[in-house]
């Protein structure tokens, strides 16, 4: 049990790493049809499509990203205090 429990952290952690990793590089002008790009989009589009249409732009500012962080980091804690029992 401890052992899935670990892979499912690193999972939601590699996950957290990618959407900030893409938050980030957007603020680029890069070109984005590299395989870094599309890797990363297959990665975080099933999290943050289904927010973006719960979730509305801030203006120009779409704060999907920062709000799938705040909720894999609430599921670590959810998981981390359920393998603590």
Same mark, same amino acid.
């Given at each position: 049990?401890?052992?899935?429990?670990?892979?499912?952290?690193?999972?939601?952690?590699? %996950?957290?790493?990618? &959407?900030?990793?893409?938050?980030?590089?957007?603020?680029? *002008?890069?070109?984005?049809?590299?395989? @870094?790009?599309?890797?990363?989009?297959?990665?975080?589009?099933?999290?943050?499509?289904? %927010?973006?249409?719960? &979730?509305?732009?801030?203006?120009?500012?779409?704060?999907? *990203?920062?709000?799938?962080?705040?909720? @894999?980091?609430?599921?670590?804690?959810v998981l981390d205090a359920g393998a603590r029992g």
């Amino acid at each position: 049990m401890a052992v899935l429990v670990e892979l499912i952290r690193i999972m939601i952690q590699g %996950l957290i790493f990618a &959407i900030f990793l893409r938050a980030v590089l957007s603020w680029f *002008p890069v070109d984005r049809s590299g395989t @870094l790009f599309r890797g990363l989009d297959a990665v975080t589009e099933p999290v943050l499509d289904p %927010l973006r249409r719960l &979730i509305p732009r801030v203006g120009m500012v779409d704060i999907t *990203p920062m709000i799938a962080i705040l909720v @894999l980091y609430g599921l670590l804690s959810v998981l981390d205090a359920g393998a603590r029992g």
